[in-house]
């Protein structure tokens, strides 16, 4: 029995391979620009910050990402990465790919394009994780527990405790169930948002 599970996984794994393979050698003809970056855990959630930094004299920007960690029983990390985009006037160069491999394109001086910038310790995996339109450094997460914690990646050290303590600033208490629905309310103003975090963290 457990030889012919492990036969359907190895097929499942070559199948998922091949459709991949197929996938990265028809991206030019699908999108502008990708780029592939391998986590060590997979992620439940993304978004982009809105936040865009263009160093002068470079032909990329500089873009940041909100990402989640769901490991096997180990650490998880609410993860803020950065990430390198080529600007339009780019200039792509062929030698930076493997066409025997399927990869086409690349562009100037960008090297490791995507890179984990700060990872925050976390209680279970990053269910869902979103930024606060008012003021995108405060970062709201959806744990596994039914907390919703509220993270300012500014005030927290780039490497995580190798504690693995989660220090939130803020957590709210009051849902009975895990969940990964998770949305801020852009048309309240900071103050009284803040305010009434701290209300609802109160249980007034």
């Keep these: 029995m457990a030889s012919k599970e492990m036969f359907e996984d190895t097929v499942e794994e070559r199948v998922i391979n091949e459709e991949y393979k197929i996938w990265k050698k028809n991206t030019p003809f699908l999108y502008d620009l990708v780029m592939t970056h391998a986590l060590q855990w997979p992620s439940l959630t993304v978004q982009w910050l809105p936040e865009v930094t263009k160093p002068e004299g470079k032909d990329y920007a500089l873009h940041w990402l909100v990402l989640g960690t769901h490991t096997s029983d180990e650490q998880n990390h609410l993860v803020v990465a950065r990430v390198h985009i080529p600007n339009d006037d780019a200039q ?6 493997d066409s025997d491999k399927g990869e086409f394109g690349g562009f100037g001086s960008v ?7 700060i990872k925050i310790n976390h209680e279970g995996e990053v ?4 930024y606060m339109p008012q003021n ?3 970062i709201a997460t959806k744990t596994p527990s ?6 300012d990646y500014t005030k927290h050290p780039a490497k995580p405790d190798p504690s693995g ?12 169930k895990e969940g990964y629905g ?4 852009s048309n309240l103003s900071l103050c009284s948002f803040l305010f009434s975090l701290r209300l609802s963290a109160s249980g007034i």
Excluded: M, Y
């Design 92 to 97: 792509f160069d062929a030698s930076h790919c």
């Design 111 to 117: 090297t490791g394009k995507i890179e984990c910038e």
């Design 127 to 130: 269910n869902r994780a979103r």
């Design 136 to 138: 995108p450094h405060i």
């Design 146 to 151: 039914s907390d919703v914690l509220v993270f």
């Design 165 to 176: 303590e989660c220090n939130p600033d803020l957590r709210l208490r009051g849902h009975q």
């Design 182 to 185: 998770l949305s801020w309310n």
